[in-house]
């Protein structure tokens, strides 16, 4: 086995995306932190995607730092000087077609008597990337296969009824299918890595595959989430990736870091004061904003991934009650997501197109934050909230249903913000209308919000993961020398 003159951490992600909100800047952070703490640092996609996939566009726009090896599903490390040499010739590849303007094919369908269609998706280069089956009812693929630059097939992928539940694949030299965490495993198992590597993932799907691992690894289960279906107690149902990992897995960890103390105080509750839940709260650094933004006192801003459980309908229902008193506010959602075409008719039910518009993933949070008069928080679980916590760093008050368990933990009440009742959408509209029409209360709140950065200790957050890892470490190195 190899041996490194640095700890390893290897950092697990089913996906990696530029638009991944406020998570994927913590765990931008969480790199950073251990890479200055003088570990060895290693990435590791669990979903196959070629080059230009907008988790290796952070990687070329230098979010990960220089010296990180990266390895995707069954690739050799990435070279990122190969990697940007290719980005730069598919680029004038790409720019000479627009000049001698042939026409790019995207997807080509073909449809079947058997109730599915197949498609072929090009890249913008025209070369093949990708064949699936969709249903066509549903328009929910099944069967996908992908294709490497050189047109050879890589991977062959069965899915479930989510998209991104993937039950079975085969490589090239598989005879035959085989199950994603069988696969996973054995990949994650061929990267030669030295004994006591830390290994880490905040997707519950791959917690299977780390407790599995030999014990010569340290296992960490991040968990940014509520496992909670509706936030009862802690004993209450699991969501349903949660249900999966956590009932089968809990012993399985050296640690599970949560964002609070409610969390971890819950959990030991079902699983045992011997459940590794280590405390480690998330920081989310102040970004100085360019000078001459002005603040709208009428602008009320939601920030975030565009999903169910944001609970988006009920902002504009508070919007809609707030404008019946105040006919000058209005509502704009930042993010994206899969609910957005769900979303946009539900405002055009309510009639309210010309107050609500959805603009799009923003890289500017701070901004949008700095300029709107306050912000709503309407999910149906939380465990941190890192949006609330952007939106007080910017002096933007945050009107939030009371949810377990991250609202609390931030906003002080009457001071930095409101809390109200859960899924209470007409105290939520009080808030707003008192905000707007007290222009007073509203200049102390914004004051107050912005003295909340003195609370915020990147140092902790540092030495904590750093301690951690090391921790995790010599518990693994001590059971590979049992061995």
């Excluded at 932190?33 to 060895?40: A, L, N």
């Excluded at 539900?346 to 949070?365: A, H, M, R, W």
């Amino acid at each position: 086995m190899s041996n490194s003159t640095k700890p390893t951490a290897l950092f697990v992600f089913g996906a990696f995306r530029r638009e991944g909100g406020g998570l994927s800047r913590v765990w931008y952070q969480r790199l950073q932190s251990m890479h200055d703490s003088g570990w060895d640092v290693r990435v590791a996609f669990f979903v196959y995607r070629r080059y230009r996939n907008k988790g290796l566009e952070v990687v070329l726009g230098g979010a990960i730092p220089d010296g990180v090896t990266i390895y995707r599903f069954w690739d050799a490390p990435v070279n990122r000087i190969a990697l940007f040499a290719q980005f730069l010739k598919d680029g004038f590849r790409f720019a000479a077609r627009r000049v001698m303007r042939k026409q790019l094919r995207t997807i080509v369908v073909e449809p079947r008597p058997d109730g599915m269609q197949h498609e072929w998706k090009y890249d913008r280069f025209e070369r093949l990337m990708t064949e699936v089956d969709r249903n066509v009812e549903t328009q929910q693929a099944r069967f996908l296969v992908r294709y490497d630059t050189a047109g050879n097939w890589i991977l062959r992928e069965w899915l479930g009824i989510d998209e991104e539940d993937v039950t079975q694949v085969q490589r090239r030299t598989d005879p035959e299918p085989i199950s994603i965490h069988e696969a996973r495993l054995d990949w994650l198992n061929s990267l030669n890595l030295p004994d006591g590597t830390v290994v880490m993932s905040d997707s519950p799907h791959s917690y299977p595959v780390i407790a599995q691992l030999p014990d010569r690894f340290g296992k960490v289960f991040v968990m940014h989430l509520n496992h909670l279906s509706r936030g009862e107690g802690p004993l209450g149902a699991l969501t349903p990736r949660m249900a999966v990992s956590l009932e089968l897995y809990h012993d399985a960890p050296d640690a599970v870091t949560v964002a609070t103390p409610e969390q971890a105080e819950d959990l030991k509750l079902r699983y045992g004061q011997d459940f590794p839940a280590q405390v480690i709260r998330p920081v989310v650094r102040k970004v100085p904003t360019p000078p001459g933004i002005v603040r709208d006192p009428f602008r009320v801003v939601v920030l975030g991934r565009i999903v169910d459980v944001k609970r988006l309908h009920l902002a504009f229902k508070a919007i809609a009650q707030a404008r019946e008193v105040v006919p000058q506010v209005y509502l704009e959602v930042w993010g994206s997501g899969n609910d957005r075409e769900r979303l946009e008719g539900v405002v055009d039910e309510l009639n309210l197109q010309d107050c609500v518009t959805f603009k799009g993933y923003t890289s500017t949070p701070e901004q949008v934050f700095r300029s709107a008069g306050m912000s709503l928080m309407t999910s149906r679980r939380e465990s941190f909230g890192l949006a609330v916590i952007e939106s007080i760093l910017q002096g933007c008050p945050v009107v939030s249903f009371d949810v377990k368990y991250g609202p609390r933990r931030v906003i002080d009440d009457g001071v930095n913000g409101f809390i109200v009742p859960d899924n209470d959408v007409d105290a939520m509209a009080a808030r707003i209308i008192e905000m707007v029409q007290n222009p007073e209360l509203h200049r102390k709140m914004s004051e107050e919000a912005e003295k909340f950065e003195a609370q915020v200790d990147h140092t902790h957050f540092q030495r904590a993961w750093n301690a951690l890892g090391h921790d995790v470490r010599e518990k693994a190195l001590a059971r590979a020398k049992k061995k």
